[in-house]
Every structure is written in C-alpha cells, then in structure tokens.
C-alpha cells in the first residue's frame, strides 16, 4: 500500500491528496518540475485534501510529500 495517494492523475483545475498512515504535525507538499525547480509548496493539516492548481502550466511534475520524517514522491500529469 502507498502512504500517498493523488486523483485525478492527469489532473486538470484540482488535486485530490490523500496520506494513507497516520501522521502527526503539519504536512508539507512540494510540487518540483522535471528539473527539479519548485513550482508550489504548501502546508496541509488533513489527511485528505484538495487543492486548486490552475496556474501551473501543463506537463509532468513530482510531488513531494513530507510525512513522519520521510519523504514521499509521486509522479503528476497536468493537462488540460
């Protein structure tokens, strides 16, 4: 099982995000580009979450999730 879980992928105007084990404190996401440049960084304190993503351009991206003191990473597709 994943600890992290994004949908729709390829998302569109939106992103579901959900963290699959407990967790305690804030949770912090990071968007990065292909050459690893940051694009969005933002704090989530649910376990699920959805947020708007309409400025970032179409393409593939990484999101990083900061859990428990470890480091997730999953691979987006954004087109519209």
């Not at 963290?19 to 699920?48: C, H, M, S």
Request: with cysteine; hydrophobic share 45%; charged share 20%.
């Amino acid at each position: 099982i994943q600890m992290l879980s994004i949908y729709p992928n390829p998302a569109g105007e939106f992103l579901n995000i959900q963290i699959k084990e407990p967790f305690r404190g804030p949770i912090v996401f990071k968007l990065l580009d292909l050459n690893g440049r940051e694009v969005k960084r933002w704090l989530e304190q649910n376990a699920t979450s959805s947020i708007k993503i309409p400025e970032i351009l179409n393409g593939i991206y990484f999101l990083l999730a900061h859990v428990n003191d470890k480091v997730v990473c999953q691979k987006l597709l954004i087109s519209r």
